[in-house]
Structure formats: C-alpha cells, structure tokens
C-alpha cells in the first residue's frame, strides 16, 4: 500500500529560526513528489521534485528529492511568522488518474 | 483569476440527508478530483474524473457519487449523509502529464453531519 510519512507531526520555533521538514514514502511506480502549504484553507503548491539530487528554491525555502532512500526535505529559513501552516507532502502515483497520495501534514507555528 | 471554486463553504446536514457540492474551475484542466481530509490524516481520493463525462472511484467512494458534464464542473453528491462524512471536502484539478501534474485546490467545504 503507498504511504507517505512525515514528521515532525508539529513544531514551534521563533522567527529568524531555521526548520527542516521531513517527508518519506513507499509507492510503486514514483513518479514525483509535491510540497504543499496548507493554511486556513486550500492548499497551495510549492515544489515539484521528479529527479533526485537537485535542490528547487523559492525565496527562504528549499526542497530536495532523494529517490535512492525515499525521501524529501524541506527546508524554510529565517522563518516568519507567514511561515505558519501545514506543510504537505504528496506523492505522485500512476493508478487513480495519477492521484496524490498524501502524509498527514506538519504543523509549523513560528512565534514572534 | 478564480482557479477552483468550491460551493457551498459550509454546510450542516441531518443524517439521512442529501447534499450536492459543487466544483468549478476556469483553468481548462482535464483531470478533477475529489478529496476530504480528516484531522491527523492526509487527504485521501473519493473520486476522479480524467475528462468530461467520466468518473471513476478513488479510494475511499463509499456513500459518495459524483458527476462530470461539463469539463468545468465537477460535482460531489452525497445521497444520505452519515455522520463519518464529517470531513473538510477539497476539489483539485490538473493537467495530465508528468511534466504538469500539479493539482491545484479549491479553498474546501467544512461539512458536518448531525
């Protein structure tokens, strides 16, 4: 059964602080994996990572795929506290109409 | 620029009733699905659709229909609402292809049963 695990499950940390989260998976066939941030409401999309190794960066944040161990990171530096949400980590599968399967989510609180 | 629009944003139903929500979106995407997410857990299918007058089940379809007749439009039907389909509903939509499967989302609908 595919799986995507995250963690920490939540974290607070203060402004100007650095965080990294952690996503790893088991599906069969991978074809991507996706980093989203969820706030009040509808996820937005952050990264797209296909190919292993190479770092994608926005602004303070970063992520990068390792698809020989099966896992991802994010990165967010000097965090604010805009930072604040849940970050979600999705992956790509072929079966569903190449639906997402996605883990339960890290709850970030940036304190000020 | 809308993207995805979910109607309604809220909703309270009995047990035992009906409800339809509705999923729009302006992007000319393809693929459309629907989610609900549960506190401590992920999102996870309920339906899909890779195109206009089809459907198929996701994984988790049990008391839920859905239809697609206009490429736009995707909608989530609920024929007698339970109590375990207390959930936040989210809409997505995508273009097919490796390259481009990004999903966007619409800004959910908070549904609690009674």
């Known amino acids: 059964e595919d799986k995507v695990v995250q963690s920490p499950l939540s974290l607070v940390v203060h402004e100007g602080d650095t965080v990294t989260l952690n996503c790893s998976y088991e599906?069969?066939?991978?074809?991507?994996l996706l980093w989203y941030k969820q706030e009040k409401k509808a996820p937005t999309f952050l990264f797209m990572l296909t190919s292993s190794g190479i770092e994608k960066k926005s602004g303070r944040l970063s992520s990068i795929l390792d698809k020989k161990e099966l896992f991802s990171i994010l990165n967010i530096t000097a965090t604010q506290t805009g930072d604040s949400a849940v970050y979600l980590c999705?992956?790509?599968?072929?079966?569903?109409?190449?639906?997402?399967?996605f883990g339960a989510g890290t709850i970030l609180r940036v304190k000020s | 620029n809308a993207g995805v629009t979910q109607t309604p944003k809220f909703r309270v139903l009995k047990t035992g009733q009906s409800m339809t929500l509705l999923c729009a979106q302006d992007m000319n995407h393809e693929y459309m699905y629907w989610y609900r997410q549960d506190p401590g857990m992920g999102l996870r299918l309920i339906h899909y659709s890779v195109g206009e007058g089809t459907t198929a089940k996701g994984e988790v379809p049990d008391g839920y229909n859905v239809s697609r007749l206009k490429k736009q439009n995707f909608l989530l039907g609920l024929e007698s609402a339970a109590p375990s389909q207390t959930s936040v509903y989210f809409c997505?939509?995508?273009?097919?292809?490796?390259?481009?499967?990004?999903?966007?989302f619409g800004a959910g609908t908070r549904l609690s049963v009674l």
């Open positions: 599906v069969t066939n991978f074809r991507s």
């Open positions: 999705a992956v790509e599968a072929p079966e569903y109409g190449n639906k997402l399967v």
């Open positions: 997505a939509s995508s273009i097919p292809g490796s390259a481009k499967n990004i999903q966007y």
